[in-house]
């Protein structure tokens, strides 16, 4: 390997680089995962928010207020978790919140009597989590290889709760089942199987 | 010492925002302090001294390539130590083991004993300083490997690693030269 003083010499003479996108750079990969996904489900599944014409928009709100918050803590964790010397524990404690609260409905649900399982369409739900999940993934990690995580197993379980998250938040509309039961079936554990590729396979997708 | 830690802090802070502002000679003089910080922290956990300026240089190129994730608002120190940290658990994974650590100088390659029969101060001039160094305060000198990590001001591991490494080279000389 060539000497220090020379290797410093010759990064010192390229000048410090300069970044005016970064954010772009980070943001652009999370933004095209989004509208790949929106747009795939868009072009194969028809009657977008009919499922919700007899039941009203609450199940829709409470499966889009699970997924969306998913979709914006995630890259606010990832943001952090790329910049060394960061800290980003408070972020992953929001990240628990969703499904702590679905927790607590499933508990409410179970109180109050359990509603039909496993409901209509839920192989169209699986299979949209299990197609689009990987893509919103890959958005994800390309995003995260713009900056330099240094957790790279953390990094890779946001990077799939982000992945797992926009999958939910593109199919939600088309989806016609509803309680929580079916949410932690067909939704959290899909994601949280998204999640724990990402751990697994971090290392490798994110490493610098 | 204190007061000099905080004065490197302040100093790269300082060079970072100039370093902003255009000045290549300032980038050229953090540069050289991330260099001198990193080789002083990670000292005390590796042991060799190509192992370690390996470890130095590739935190210098991942601070170059990875400059924009330094907020400028914040403190150059938890970002450097950062990668830093990185960088040196990069390095053990690829080098497919834990730290070094060499307990008992029974198994040093070369019996201490073996050094009072030559030239020893013409060997050691063979070896890299760091390396000389540590064999002449643990064989020669008598310390402690604890007295002599304390005085080179490294880790016991590190300075243990460094005895190890320079009776290895030790042995090769003399087996290339035929000593007995």
Redesign the interface.
């Given at each position: 390997?060539?000497n220090?003083?020379d290797?410093?010499?010759a990064?010192?003479?390229?000048?410090?680089?300069v970044?005016t996108a970064?954010t772009a750079r980070f943001v652009l990969p999370l933004i095209a995962a989004i509208a790949v996904c929106a747009l795939a489900v868009g072009l194969v599944l028809d009657n977008a928010f009919s499922p919700y014409a007899q039941t009203g928009p609450a199940p829709l709100l409470v499966k889009w207020a699970f997924s969306i918050s998913l979709v914006i803590f995630a890259p606010l964790a990832l943001w952090l978790l790329?910049?060394?010397?960061?800290a980003a524990g408070w972020m992953l404690i929001a990240l628990a919140v969703p499904f702590g609260s679905v927790a607590a409905l499933f508990v409410i649900e179970l109180a109050m009597g359990s509603p039909s399982f496993p409901g209509k369409a839920w192989q169209t739900c699986l299979a949209a989590m299990v197609l689009l999940s990987p893509l919103a993934f890959a958005g994800a990690v390309v995003a995260m290889r713009h900056?330099?995580p240094?957790n790279l197993r953390r990094a890779g379980l946001v990077a799939g709760l982000f992945g797992g998250g926009v999958a939910m938040t593109a199919y939600a509309p088309f989806c016609p089942g509803s309680g929580m039961v079916y949410m932690i079936v067909f939704y959290c554990l899909p994601i949280i199987a998204m999640a724990a590729i990402g751990y697994l396979t971090g290392p490798r997708l994110l490493?610098? | 010492m204190h007061k000099i830690e905080e004065y490197k802090r302040n100093r790269l802070d300082l060079l970072i925002a100039r370093t902003r502002e255009g000045d290549k000679r300032a980038y050229g003089e953090f540069l050289a302090e991330v260099a001198i910080v990193v080789r002083k922290v990670l000292a005390r956990k590796i042991g060799g001294d190509g192992e370690l300026e390996d470890i130095v240089q590739e935190v210098l190129i991942a601070c170059h390539e990875k400059l924009h994730t330094l907020d400028p608002q914040r403190p150059v120190g938890p970002w450097l130590r950062a990668i830093a940290g990185y960088k040196l658990i990069d390095h053990w994974r690829k080098r497919g083991r834990s730290p070094l650590v060499i307990d008992d100088s029974a198994d040093l390659p070369v019996a201490a004993d073996d050094l009072a029969r030559h030239d020893v101060t013409a060997l050691l001039g063979e070896l890299p300083p760091a390396q000389a160094e540590a064999i002449r305060m643990t064989q020669i000198e008598g310390l402690t490997g604890q007295e002599a990590s304390e005085r080179a001001g490294i880790g016991l591991s590190a300075m243990k690693l460094r005895v190890h490494r320079g009776m290895n080279r030790l042995k090769t000389i003399a087996d290339e030269n035929k000593l007995p």
């Open positions: 390997m060539t220090t003083n290797l410093i010499a990064l010192a003479n390229q000048g410090a680089p970044r970064g790329g910049r060394p010397g960061r900056l330099a240094t490493h610098w | -």
